[in-house]
């Protein structure tokens, strides 16, 4: 069933429970299973401190149940999972909406193994580029394709490009509409699933990884695999419609209890600021779960980079599905029962979703007075022969034949011509203003975040102002005129010293833009 383009529609996220298996570790130290698929929706999780052998189960308060979209155990294989959960988006993203997948769950409980998976069992990657690819071909809609990728981490708080890490530290930023962009994020344009999983391995390859002790090999970055569908249609015309789907894979960093882990020195501080992203995905998971009921809530997605990432995805445009990984062992019981406690608050999160579609439309002007003018020349040759016919009704068909020959002749070469022209302007100037439109949206950008930096420096600055004013008056009070050497005040927040330090290299890239805008628009009138 087609939707019709504009119209927004209610979705419920997607929320998906896998249980992996017992590991080595945890059956030498004799840990047992206490999560349990009963069906294909409910588990069960039954707390280790009570007593099985105790008939009258007096304490049944902490065996729970719970019911999800579909539940997986250690029986189910990559492709199950793939099929269940992120199969049914790819057609959605060829449509123009946009999509998430994203894993979540305790270190070590299986994200990675889902999302990535190992060359012998691929994860979900791999297993929709693939179908995406294949979707494309397949299509039979007269549609222009191209695909981006890109494929970022945040790591300690800081995001950098895992396709081009020379790039240093990337910035957010918050355009137009509202919509969150990476600031000199490289986007590969590429037409293969071949290419595109080169990419991936490499930079996976690039990826934090460390050994912890909960895991041998711990991601300790939140990944972002961003994919972009963007089509147009093969049919030149004065109106073209664009669409543009995008989605999101992402492998979170695992939740983590630091006294569990034994994490000390980096680790720790990595432990913390994973936490805080994290922390900062529960309370909008919190919030989110409580909106519209009566306890709705304001959501602060500003909290950390992960949450302002991925605000489309919970709460916003986005089909979203959420993977959740907990282990089955009795000695991560606590882990599961936290995370599934989120899981199941997830299960409360609508989103309203809605095809991104766009019309460019071209400049008529050029088109008109082209056409006026091939009219004209029309209706002059019309009244040449009319005149001719009158004046030579007798016999001198020979010339009147010569005249329609040469309306003939004109209407066909040079229309021709004039059309192969016109089509090429077109062509031109639909380049010019679309790259103009580009530049005019980076500009729109980069004045929002100068003036943000602004007003957060001002704001602090009149608040210390303020702050210094009311000491000075209680300590002229106390003193009567003898005032003591004033303090200076509270220390500037790093955020201002931050907004500080972003307003320089901001108002250079202002003047880059403008400069390149100016230059466009000269190139664009010299063509004209
Ligand atoms: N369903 C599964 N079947 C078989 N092995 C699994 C499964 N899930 C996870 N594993 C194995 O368990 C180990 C830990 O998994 P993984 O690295 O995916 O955890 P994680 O949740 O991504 O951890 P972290 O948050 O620390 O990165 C890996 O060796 C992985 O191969």
Same mark, same amino acid.
């Given at each position: 069933m087609k939707d019709l383009p504009g119209e927004w529609k209610d979705h419920q996220l997607t929320v998906a429970l896998r249980i992996r298996p017992l590991n080595d570790a945890e059956i030498e130290e004799g840990a047992t299973t206490v999560a349990h698929k009963i069906d294909n929706q409910m588990v069960v999780l039954m707390d280790p401190c009570e007593d099985a052998d105790n008939v009258l189960r007096a304490n049944r308060s902490r065996e729970k149940t719970y019911m999800f979209d579909v539940a997986f155990d250690y029986a189910a294989t990559q492709e199950d999972v793939y099929v269940a959960t992120t199969k049914n988006l790819i057609d959605g993203v060829i449509a123009g909406y946009n999509a998430t997948v994203f894993a979540y769950g305790p270190t070590g409980a299986g994200k990675t193994y889902t999302m990535l998976g190992l060359d012998s069992e691929p994860g979900i990657y791999i297993r929709t580029l693939n179908d995406l690819f294949t979707a494309i071909e397949d299509s039979t809609e007269d549609l222009n394709c191209s695909v981006y990728m890109s494929y970022i981490e945040i790591y300690n708080e800081m995001i950098r490009d895992l396709l081009n890490p020379s790039s240093g530290y990337l910035e957010l930023r918050e355009d137009a509409k509202g919509e969150i962009r990476i600031a000199g994020i490289t986007e590969f344009s590429t037409c293969n699933a071949k290419e595109i999983m080169a990419l991936l391995?490499?930079?996976?390859?690039?990826?934090?990884?460390?050994?912890?002790?909960?895991?041998?090999?711990?991601?300790?970055?939140?990944?972002?695999?961003?994919?972009?569908? &963007?089509?147009?249609?093969?049919? !030149?015309?004065?109106?073209?419609?664009?669409?543009?789907?995008?989605?999101?894979?992402?492998?979170?960093?695992?939740?983590?209890?630091?006294?569990?882990?034994? +994490?000390?020195?980096?680790?720790?501080?990595?432990?913390?600021?994973?936490?805080?992203?994290?922390?900062?995905?529960?309370?909008?998971?919190?919030?989110?779960?409580?909106?519209?009921?009566?306890?709705?809530?304001?959501?602060?997605?500003?909290?950390? &980079?992960?949450?302002?990432?991925?605000?489309?995805?919970?709460?916003?445009?986005?089909?979203?599905?959420?993977?959740?990984?907990?282990?089955?062992?009795?000695?991560?019981?606590?882990?599961?029962? +936290?995370?599934?406690?989120?899981?199941?608050?997830?299960?409360?999160?609508?989103?309203?979703? !809605?095809?991104?579609?766009?019309?460019?439309?071209?400049?008529?002007?050029?088109?008109?007075?082209?056409?006026?003018?091939?009219?004209?020349?029309?209706?002059?040759?019309?009244?040449?022969?009319?005149?001719?016919?009158?004046?030579?009704?007798?016999?001198?068909?020979?010339?009147?034949?010569?005249? !329609?020959?040469?309306?003939?002749?004109?209407?066909?070469?040079?229309?021709?011509?004039?059309q192969e022209q016109l089509l090429s302007a077109f062509r031109e100037q639909m380049e010019i203003r679309r790259s103009l439109m580009e530049l005019e949206n980076c500009n729109m950008e980069l004045h929002i975040d100068t003036s943000r930096h602004l007003l957060t420096i001002s704001d602090w600055e009149r608040d210390r102002a303020r702050a210094r004013r009311v000491r000075e008056v209680t300590e002229e009070k106390r003193d009567r005129g003898n005032v003591e050497e004033q303090e200076s005040g509270p220390e500037e927040p790093q955020y201002v010293t931050a907004a500080r330090e972003e307003i320089g290299p901001l108002l250079a890239e202002q003047r880059k833009t403008m400069e390149q805008k100016k230059k466009e628009t000269h190139t664009g009138l010299e063509k004209l």
């Open positions: 391995t490499k930079g996976n390859k690039l990826r934090t990884q460390e050994s912890t002790a909960a895991n041998k090999t711990s991601s300790r970055s939140h990944a972002i695999l961003q994919v972009a569908v &963007k089509q147009k249609s093969r049919v !030149k015309d004065i109106n073209e419609e664009v669409r543009v789907g995008k989605l999101f894979m992402v492998d979170l960093a695992g939740t983590e209890r630091a006294s569990q882990t034994q +994490n000390r020195g980096k680790r720790m501080k990595e432990g913390a600021h994973i936490n805080r992203s994290l922390l900062a995905l529960a309370n909008c998971i919190n919030a989110l779960s409580e909106k519209g009921g009566k306890g709705a809530q304001f959501v602060n997605y500003r909290d950390s &980079k992960l949450t302002r990432l991925l605000k489309d995805a919970l709460g916003g445009n986005s089909r979203t599905v959420m993977i959740t990984h907990i282990s089955p062992a009795s000695s991560n019981f606590e882990e599961s029962r +936290n995370t599934l406690v989120y899981a199941d608050k997830a299960k409360n999160i609508r989103n309203k979703v !809605k095809r991104n579609l766009m019309n460019v439309s071209y400049h008529l002007a050029q088109y008109t007075s082209i056409i006026s003018d091939l009219r004209s020349e029309i209706d002059r040759l019309r009244a040449k022969i009319d005149q001719q016919s009158q004046e030579q009704q007798k016999g001198e068909k020979a010339g009147i034949c010569d005249i !329609k020959a040469e309306v003939q002749e004109y209407s066909h070469g040079e229309m021709a011509l004039l």
